[in-house]
């Protein structure tokens, strides 16, 4: 159980192109879904947390109008990339809060690594 | 900011016990999570303890927690080379949502 898939988990895009992404929980609903940056080598970086119809809240330095999020369903959030440049290109996991084992446990996506030309 | 400390990089040999430690700042966090990530890949959760709880054992897995101290471990025994990979250790920040708190991460090396 627990399970939360990523589409896709790779994509390469020319620069100025935007980039959707979709995280789902497979087997229990989210009301809370993360989205996070992930650079060579690092840490997770935070990005955004998505509750279900309402607005994300994004962290300190994330620009909210270039990375769009939306949470639609209790089983879909998206992250859409937009305009990206090079300096984009990342590795993104989304995570998705509840599937028991704890109120405040996240599961995770694959990841989606994306590379901008 | 809360902060959490890892140490990098752990190199053991196969079925040898792997301990990974892990300090961290937030004083209320409810719940501390483990997670691994294999290369290329999403984070796995392995295990999590309770703030209230001084040790956690899950099959191979032991998680001690010293709250005063802020200090969490995670003891792998009878380590084997699928154990490679990254180990994040990851509380929860009390009050925020849900928010957990990533350190770097430790780079766990099983040699045969």
């Known amino acids: 159980g627990a399970v939360v898939s990523q589409h896709p988990s790779r994509v390469i895009c020319k620069s100025g192109t935007s980039v959707k992404i979709e995280c789902r929980s497979l087997?229990?609903?989210?009301?809370?879904m993360f989205w996070y940056r992930q650079f060579p080598k690092q840490s997770l970086m935070l990005m955004a947390t998505s509750n279900e119809g309402s607005k994300a809240t994004y962290e300190q330095g994330v620009e909210k109008d270039k990375f769009l999020i939306n949470h639609a369903s209790l089983t879909l959030s998206t992250l859409t990339v937009t305009s990206a440049h090079p300096e984009d290109s990342s590795f993104y996991i989304c995570?998705?809060?509840?599937?028991?084992?704890?109120?405040?446990?996240?599961?995770f996506g694959p990841g989606t690594r994306l590379t901008v030309l | 900011g809360e902060d959490v400390e890892q140490s990098l990089f752990l190199s053991v040999r196969e079925g040898d016990s792997s301990v990974i430690n892990c300090t961290y700042t937030?004083?209320?966090?409810?719940?501390l999570y483990w997670y691994k990530q294999e290369p290329g890949a999403g984070l796995q959760l392995l295990t999590y303890?309770?703030?209230?709880?001084d040790m956690k054992q899950d099959q191979r897995l032991t998680v001690l927690l010293n709250k005063k101290d802020k200090h969490l471990s995670l003891r792998i025994a009878d380590t084997q080379t699928g154990d490679s990979a990254i180990y994040f250790c990851?509380?929860?920040?009390?009050?925020?949502?849900?928010?957990?708190?990533f350190g770097q991460g430790t780079e766990l090396s099983v040699k045969p």
């Open positions: 995570s998705a809060r509840g599937g028991g084992g704890g109120t405040d446990t996240q599961y």
């Open positions: 937030d004083s209320s966090s409810t719940y």
């Open positions: 303890i309770f703030s209230n709880m």
């Open positions: 990851a509380p929860g920040l009390g009050n925020q949502g849900g928010k957990l708190i």
């Open positions: 087997d229990f609903q989210a009301t809370t």
